[in-house]
C-alpha cells in the first residue's frame, strides 16, 4: 500500500485504498501518494497526474500479461528464432534438405 497522501484524511485515504482495491488497480493503489506529492511539486495538471497512474497501470497489466502468458505457454525460454533449427527438422538419412525462397522444403531425391 502506498504511503498515505498527507494531503488526505485517513478516512478518505483508507476509503481511497478500498476504491482502488475492488476495482482491481493495484499499481495506482500503491502509487497514488507518490505521485500525488510530485505532482503538486511540479505543479502538474489533474490530467497530467491521472494519465501518469493510468499509464503505470497499463504498463504494469501489459508486463504481467506477458509474464502470464509466457508462463502458460510452456515454452522453453531460451529458445529464439536465432537458435532454432529450421533445417534440422527436414534432415533426412539421405542427405539435408533444404528450403527455397518461397518457404518450401525441398529434399534431395
Sequence with gaps: MSAPDPGLSPEIGKRLNEYLLELRLPAIRR???EKARR???ETLSYEQYLFELAE???????????VRLLQESKLPLEKTLENFDLIGQYRTKDG????????RC????
Design 56 to 66: 503505470l497501470e497499463c504498463q504494469e497489466r501489459r508486463q504481467n500479461r506477458i
Design 31 to 33: 502509487s497514488f501518494g
Design 39 to 41: 505532482a503538486e511539486a
Design 106 to 109: 525441398m529434399l534431395p531425391i
Design 96 to 103: 539435408d534438405a533444404t528450403i527455397d525462397p518461397s518457404g
